[in-house]
């Protein structure tokens, strides 16, 4: 009897997973229960905007692909928005910033900045953690109770601006709340993920409008991201 019993739990596994692998919708389920769950919160340059084929080529999406189906990635970014409740465009007005707190993330990746950096919406560093610091508190209040990451602001490289562009970014404010960025990581005992420390040697990778990675620009952010969860799980 007890053989017998364990020949139908064998064969019940057996077509368990025989379904699991010729069913990509079962699979997507599973994965969608037992993954850890990542959500990406940014602007255009999370999004993938001006990258061709951003739903293979963007930060997000190679993210997924370097970590695995242990792993569901999932994209935030919202173009043109800013972490600064002040500016034209804030991210808490965003759809996406509601979703990215009901996809009950395990790990939260935070890469907002490049917009607040815009004459007409910076306020200054003090108005922009404050901001930041409500965030933070917004994604540890949830019921997932999420690893927080912080993610510095990509490099901007205005002398790469075609002409007709209407981009405002300011270099200097970019590399003033990047700092500051990495003290509210200090203050808080969070990991900050440093992309424009690592991006503004790579000018190569922002040819497009001297604002938005190019998909080797998003590969490196991916990477540094990878790594960085790895080492911190």
Known sequence: MKAKNRKIKSLFLFFVLFLIITSPALLIAVQKSFATRIVCVGDSITYGAKIEDRFIHSYPARLQQMLGSRYLVKNFGASGY??????????????????????????????????????????????????????????????????????????????????????????????????????????????????????????????LDGVHPDSHGAELIAQLACEAIQQNR
């Open 82 to 207: 800013t972490l600064q409740k002040s500016g034209n465009f804030p991210y808490w007005d965003n759809p996406a910033f509601q979703e990215s707190g009901d996809f009950n993330p395990d790990i939260v990746l935070i890469m907002l900045g490049t917009n607040d950096t815009k004459p007409y919406n910076w306020t200054g560093t003090e108005k922009f953690l404050k901001d930041y610091k409500e965030l933070i508190s917004h994604y540890c209040s949830l019921d997932s109770k999420p690893q927080i990451f912080l993610m510095t602001p990509a490099a901007i490289f205005p002398e790469s601006f075609k002409p007709a562009n209407h981009y405002k970014m300011q270099t200097n404010v970019a590399d003033t709340l990047s700092s500051a960025i990495k003290e509210l990581g200090e203050q808080k005992q969070l990991p900050v993920i440093d992309v424009h420390e690592y991006t503004r040697i790579h000018p190569e990778y922002f040819l």
